[in-house]
């Protein structure tokens, strides 16, 4: 049985591309994160701004949508932009709803990545931003030239753990019927449900692979590029 | 306040002036260009939106689905917890392979997708056939919360300890007390009042992460919505309104561990603190 039981398992890679799944939330990843990015950025920034309605506007955004479910999120941009209001990103149905898909992970990412660069700025010293005012800088040359290089580097680590989150949410996107591979998971074991056990195994082993390395790298990465104080 | 910047001035008060009133547009702006899309499409009918003023959505849908949201939740907190218990007390123990294996378990639970150990349990228990199908969903949701979850707060408790001033466990074991008896009596209870805020905000990722229970056909928060809109053709306006309740409990839970982390932080050695603590996947230090 044992025999039997392993070649049957490596037979279903034959049948499905789990290569190609994890391919799909490597690239979901990657778009979301980087839009994420961006977006996140210019959150901190309204939020650490002199103007109150920025800094009002920043924190509103960012409290509702880290008290809002991820799928809910997700179900709403495919269901409810796509399917009542017509949105189309693209003509083709799956790019339309990979997009779509990316769009929703960045809009919840990027508040976390605002949270995770603010508590960078929190790392730097009161000194620093004093240091920067009285030689003259107002506030928008402060922040690039001072502020934010340094809140960064003590941002590392969180956005590690942003990034790792991202990772893992990108299987959420199934509930957006985007194919990758929760949804392949569940095929496979619907197709094969005597190997059950392997076949989560092989998906969890997958994402392990992913994220481990993210975490190691960015655990040395916070170490090397800390500001030395 | 911040220091990234002076107390403002006359001239700087005027010039925010205008920056308040160009943000007021910008925001403005998208609102109306939303709003407007919105009418265009009919979704702004007063027809769409007036369900959820009657009480028939609510009884059928919202509060029935909100009730299994809760009870998933509530739960999820409580074998969570236990399981957090347990495994960040064996990563603190004293031996090394307890450590490494608790290590290794929380590691591994942290690293997965929670959907992924949702479709598992699903489908694998339903193969065991040792639950009633009709508890199948919420079996498979409350244990894909649990392993995650219980993880993290492995984590915290273990962080938590790590946090504390070195002299606690030296009095404790300067008074009699055995290394466990002053984890168990000394270190953890302080541990965990110092995580309170973390913990707080781990909570209400078990409230939003029982919205995935919609792919394994728990009929939660989110599905009952989505059914709800399915059937009224407003499907925006409802999970609209479900986002919202979703916010607002999630907000009340976040300002009551505020709240609670304020008055009960005075008790500790340790700090209180109000960020989250480094989540540094992966690393095994033993």
């Known amino acids: ?229 | 306040m911040s220091v990234l910047f002076d107390v403002p001035g006359p001239r700087a008060r005027r010039r925010m002036v205008w920056v308040n009133i160009a943000g007021a547009v910008v925001v403005a702006g998208i609102g109306v260009w939303v709003l407007a899309r919105l009418g265009a499409k009919g979704q702004l009918d007063a027809d769409l939106w007036k369900p959820f003023l009657t009480a028939g959505p609510w009884v059928n849908y919202l509060l029935p689905g909100l009730w299994a949201t809760l009870k998933a939740a509530g739960i999820s907190i409580v074998t969570a917890s236990i399981f957090g218990l347990l495994f960040g007390l064996g990563r603190l123990s004293a031996s090394r392979t307890i450590r490494v294996v608790s290590g290794t378990i929380v590691e591994f639970f942290r690293a997965v997708p929670v959907l992924l150990m949702m479709i598992f349990f699903w489908l694998g228990i339903a193969q065991l056939q040792i639950v009633a199908p009709a508890d199948l969903p919420l079996v498979a949701v409350v244990l894909g919360l649990t392993f995650y979850n219980g993880s993290v707060f492995a984590e915290l408790v273990r962080s938590g300890v790590h946090s504390l001033p070195k002299g606690q466990r030296e009095a404790a074991l300067a008074v009699g007390l055995r290394g466990s008896q002053s984890l168990r009596l000394v270190e953890v209870p302080q541990a965990l009042i110092a995580m309170l805020p973390a913990i707080a905000s781990q909570l209400v990722v078990i409230l939003k992460d029982t919205a995935l229970g919609v792919i394994v056909t728990y009929p939660e928060l989110l599905d009952s919505a989505r059914r709800l809109g399915a059937g009224l053709g407003n499907i925006l306006q409802a999970l609209l309104v479900a986002a919202a309740i979703y916010i607002v409990i999630n907000y009340l839970v976040t300002r009551f561990a505020e709240y609670l982390a304020g008055r009960v932080g005075r008790r500790t050695a340790g700090r209180a603190r109000a960020e989250t603590p480094t989540l540094v996947v992966a690393k095994l230090d033993d």
Not at chain 1, 60 to 76: G, K, Q, S, W
């Open chain 1, 1 to 229: 049985m044992d025999d039997g039981y392993l070649d049957q398992f490596v037979s279903l890679f034959d049948q499905f591309d789990v290569l190609a799944a994890f391919w799909v939330n490597i690239q979901l990843t990657f778009f979301a994160g980087i839009l994420a990015l961006v977006a996140g950025t210019v959150l901190a920034l309204m939020r650490i701004s002199p103007v109150p309605s920025l800094r009002w506007a920043g924190s509103t955004y960012v409290t509702l949508v880290r008290n809002t479910p991820l799928t809910i999120i997700i179900v709403f941009f495919v269901l409810g932009l796509w399917g009542q209001l017509g949105i189309t990103l693209s003509p083709d149905f799956q790019t339309n709803f990979f997009r779509l898909a990316v769009i929703a992970l960045a809009v919840y990412h990027a508040a976390f990545v605002c949270e995770a660069l603010r508590s960078g700025v929190n790392t730097v010293p009161v000194g620093q931003a004093e240091a920067a005012r009285s030689i003259g800088l107002s506030f928008l040359p402060a922040a690039r030239l001072v502020i934010l290089p340094q809140a960064f580097r003590g941002a590392v680590a969180p956005l590690g753990n942003v990034l790792i989150a991202l990772i893992k949410n990108s299987t959420v996107v199934a509930a957006g019927s985007v194919a990758q591979a929760s949804s392949l998971m569940l095929t496979m074991i619907e197709f094969r449900p005597d190997v059950i056990v392997a076949i989560f195994l092989t998906f969890a082993l997958g994402f392990v692979l992913l994220v481990v390395p993210v975490g190691l790298a960015t655990t040395s990465l916070s170490r090397r590029l800390a500001v030395a104080r």
